[in-house]
């Protein structure tokens, strides 16, 4: 553990500069420069949990850190799926010896990593992920070094939400864009009005099970509404098997 990590005009400006970064994965790929920097360890990653409970490594300092996360998905048991469950945060002495996912231990003693420190990334509201720093020396991390990544986690938990939802946000309005102009195109090729013309965007997008953002985008640049289903006409609301040119469909039958 360095010194500056107890130093608090350190830590003021990390807490500024993750919250600078433009994106979500600058901010994670700050966080891990931070975190080698408070906590003396070889590699560092985070893993980020998606809806359904998927995990992804979504940073590392080195593929081996991304192996280490896979082979907790693939034999579904390690210390980060145990954080992001119900623990706050987890060190392993000696992957070599370990005995709480000994299918994990197994496989991971491979790498060379031999010991690792994982804590929870979470707003308190949220679990967003894990952050994970390993060491090639067994009994590396002690509960001071715990504490550190506690104070970096915190932080950089609530930078990684407000990245996301900021680009979540973006994304929204990029769809709503991209919505509007298909309804456009709609109404003009087929004198609809804009509520007939996002009825057929959505009829589209619920039959075929296509989102309706990637209905609104083929539309856009292929002047053709994506369709799956069998037989019928745009007018009866039985769409073709292959995507249909706009010019050649009729517009939508009002009453």
């Known amino acids: 553990m360095t010194a500056h990590a107890f130093d608090a005009n350190w830590i003021a400006d990390m807490a500024l500069r993750l919250h600078r970064e433009p994106s979500t994965a600058e901010t994670v790929e700050r966080v891990l420069q931070y975190a080698r920097q408070a906590v003396d360890c070889d590699y560092a990653g985070v893993i980020v949990v998606h809806k359904k409970s998927r995990i992804e490594s979504i940073a590392a300092t080195d593929p081996l850190v991304e192996k280490i996360a896979q082979i ?9 799926l145990d ?21 994990w231990a197994h496989l991971a003693a491979a790498t060379g990593i031999r ?20 060491s090639r ?11 550190v990544a506690h104070v ?31 309804q456009g195109i709609l109404m003009e090729r087929f004198d609809l009005d804009a509520d007939q013309a996002f009825a057929v965007l959505t009829r589209y997008s619920q039959n075929n ?16 509404l994506p369709a ?11 769409e073709p098997r292959h995507a249909v040119p706009i010019g050649s469909l009729r517009p939508l039958e009002t009453q």
């Open 83 to 103: 954080v992001l469950e119900d623990r706050i945060s987890v060190i392993v002495d000696d992957i070599s010896t370990e005995a709480r996912w000994p299918r």
């Open 72 to 80: 907790q998905v693939e034999v579904s048991e390690g210390p980060d």
């Open 137 to 147: 020396q067994p009994y590396k991390f002690d509960v001071d070094d715990q504490a």
């Open 152 to 182: 970096l986690a915190r932080h950089a938990a609530v930078a990684l939400a407000a990245s996301r939802q900021q680009e979540n946000l973006m994304l929204a309005a990029d769809a709503r864009k991209m919505i509007g102009q298909a």
């Open 228 to 238: 799956v289903t069998t037989g019928g006409d745009f007018a009866s609301g039985r």
């Open 209 to 224: 099970n296509v989102k309706l953002r990637d209905v609104a985008s083929q539309l856009i640049a292929t002047r053709a």
């Open 115 to 134: 010991s690792l420190l994982n804590v929870r990334l979470s707003t308190g509201e949220e679990v967003l992920g894990t952050l994970n720093l390993y």
